[in-house]
C-alpha cells in the first residue's frame, strides 16, 4: 500500500523534501535571527537601565548620560515625536497610494502602466540623506507659506499651535511628515497595486458588461477586495517610517522644549537620537542607554509589523 502524505498521493521524492527542510529551516532562521536580535539589545541595555535614576518609560527630559553612575534618560517624548512623524506621513500617503494604485490597475493603459509603475517604484530607490537635504533645502521653502498660513488662522488647533521649533526654518514634524510621505509611498503604492490586481475580472467583467462605470466597478468590487490588502501595506508604510534616521536627522531640529502634538514642533524620534549620539557608543553604559531605545522600537517595529502580517493573514485566510 502506497503511504498518503500531505504532498498528494505519493510519499514525497527526495527533492520535495529537501525543499520542505529548507523552507521549514529558512523560516526558523529568521526566528532564531530575531530572537538574537532582541537579546542582544537587552543584554546591552540591562546595565544602563539598573543606573538609570527615571522612569524609562515616562521621563522625556534632557537625556544625562555623561555621569554612568546616576543617569537620566527615557523614551517618553521621543516615542511621541516618532509615531506622531510616522502618522502624519502616513495620512498624507495613504489616500495619494490609493489613487496611484486605482489609476495603474483601472484606468491606466497597459503600455502606460509599466512605465508609470516603474517611475513610482524608482522613489523607493533614493538614498535617505537625499531626501533630507531635499526637503530642508528645497521643500521646506515652499512649505513655509503654508505652514504660517496654517499657523495663523488654525492656531487654535493644538495641531498648528506654535511649537518649539521655528515655523520659517522648516526644521519642523510638518516638512518631516512631508518627506515621509513620499519615502514610503512606493511601498504602499506598490503592495496596494498587487493586490488591486488579483481582484477577480470575472466579476469586473460580469459589472461591466451589465453597463456599470468603471468607477463602480473599482467601489463595488476592487475596493472591497483588496481594503485589508491596503490597511496591510499602510502599516508596513508606518513601520519604514518608525525606523527612518537619516533624512528625519537632517530635518528635524532637535530640542530640549516639551513636545506638545503640533505639527511646528521639532524633536528628535528614536532612530535619530541614537544616530546623533554615535560618539558617545565608546562607553558600554552611554551605549547602553541609547540600545535601550533602540530595543523600545524593535519592540514597536515589530509588532506594527505584526499587526501588517495579521491583517493580511486575515484576508488572504478567509477566503
Not at 546616576?70 to 490609493?98: C, E, N, Q, R, Y
Not at 526637503?135 to 504660517?148: F, I, K
Request: hydrophobic share 55%.
Amino acid at each position: 500500500m502506497v503511504p498518503i502524505s500531505p504532498w498528494g498521493d505519493a510519499s514525497p521524492n527526495v527533492g520535495d523534501r529537501a525543499f520542505r527542510w529548507l523552507a521549514n529551516g529558512s523560516g526558523l532562521l529568521i526566528v532564531v535571527v530575531m530572537g538574537a536580535i532582541g537579546g542582544f539589545l537587552l543584554l546591552r541595555a540591562v546595565p544602563a537601565l539598573k543606573r538609570n535614576r527615571e522612569n524609562f518609560f515616562s521621563y522625556g527630559g534632557n537625556w544625562v548620560t555623561t555621569d554612568t553612575s546616576a543617569m537620566h534618560f527615557g523614551i517618553s517624548d521621543l516615542l511621541k515625536v516618532t509615531v506622531f512623524v510616522s502618522a502624519f506621513a502616513l495620512i498624507l500617503a495613504m489616500p495619494v497610494a490609493l489613487g496611484v494604485a486605482i489609476f495603474l490597475t483601472q484606468y491606466s493603459s497597459r503600455r502606460a502602466a509599466g512605465p508609470l509603475a516603474y517611475a513610482v517604484d524608482l522613489l523607493a530607490g533614493v538614498p535617505s540623506i537625499i531626501y533630507g537635504a531635499w526637503g530642508l533645502y528645497v521643500l521646506a521653502p515652499q512649505l513655509r507659506p503654508l505652514a504660517t498660513l496654517l499657523n495663523h488662522s488654525m492656531g487654535w488647533c493644538f495641531l498648528f499651535a506654535d511649537g518649539n521649533a521655528s515655523v520659517a526654518g522648516g526644521g519642523t514634524i510638518f516638512t518631516g511628515g512631508v518627506v515621509l510621505a513620499v519615502m514610503i509611498l512606493p511601498i504602499i503604492t506598490a503592495v496596494t497595486r498587487e493586490v488591486f490586481i488579483q481582484a477577480p475580472q470575472e466579476q469586473i467583467e460580469a459589472v461591466l458588461a451589465l453597463g456599470a462605470t468603471r468607477w463602480e466597478v473599482v467601489k463595488t468590487i476592487v475596493l472591497p477586495f483588496g481594503r485589508s490588502g491596503y490597511i496591510s501595506a499602510a502599516v508596513l508604510g508606518l513601520g519604514r517610517a518608525m525606523g527612518e534616521t537619516v533624512a528625519l536627522l537632517i530635518i528635524l531640529r532637535g530640542t530640549q522644549a516639551a513636545f506638545g502634538w503640533s505639527l511646528f514642533d521639532g524633536g528628535s524620534t528614536v532612530a535619530t537620537k541614537i544616530a546623533g549620539a554615535a560618539a558617545q557608543f565608546n562607553d558600554q553604559y552611554k551605549a547602553g542607554a541609547y540600545i535601550a531605545a533602540g530595543l523600545a522600537l524593535f519592540v514597536l517595529t515589530f509588532v506594527v509589523d505584526a499587526l501588517a502580517r495579521g491583517a493580511a493573514g486575515t484576508r488572504w485566510g478567509g477566503r
